[in-house]
């Protein structure tokens, strides 16, 4: 079965860095979408960002823009997520998932990851 595991997260003061990733098993990782989704406290999921198999597709939430990066080694079966500018708004449970769009009308799609906690505070 599809497994996805996220690590990376940690507590860290606004403005710092941190770089996310998630090691996928059991499919052919490059030959699927990939994408980031977190839940923050209270909140909902919000979509993060998405990168398609072949690399050539890339997008991002408007929150994060600027400052995030997604990116992918399908040699290793593995996604990053790069994140800068940290800002206490970012702080949530973020997950990994095997689709481009991993959620739609509140729908999850595809297999989500345990998750890896990121916590920005001063």
């Known amino acids: 079965e599809v497994h996805l595991v996220e690590s990376g997260g940690g507590l860290v003061q606004p403005g710092d860095s941190l770089t996310l990733s998630c090691v996928g098993s059991g499919f052919t990782f490059a030959t699927r979408d990939m994408s980031w989704v977190r839940q923050g406290p209270g909140k909902g999921p919000e979509w993060v960002s998405a990168i398609n198999s072949g690399e050539g597709q890339i997008h991002y939430a408007d929150s994060v823009k600027g400052r995030f990066t997604i990116s992918r080694d399908n040699n290793k079966n593995t996604l990053y997520l790069q994140m800068n500018n940290l800002k206490p708004e970012d702080t949530a449970v973020y997950y990994c998932?095997?689709?481009?769009?991993?959620?739609?009308?509140?729908?999850?799609?595809?297999?989500w990851g345990q998750g890896t906690q990121v916590t920005v505070s001063s």
């Open positions: 998932v095997d689709s481009y769009l991993p959620i739609v009308g509140g729908t999850k799609l595809g297999t």
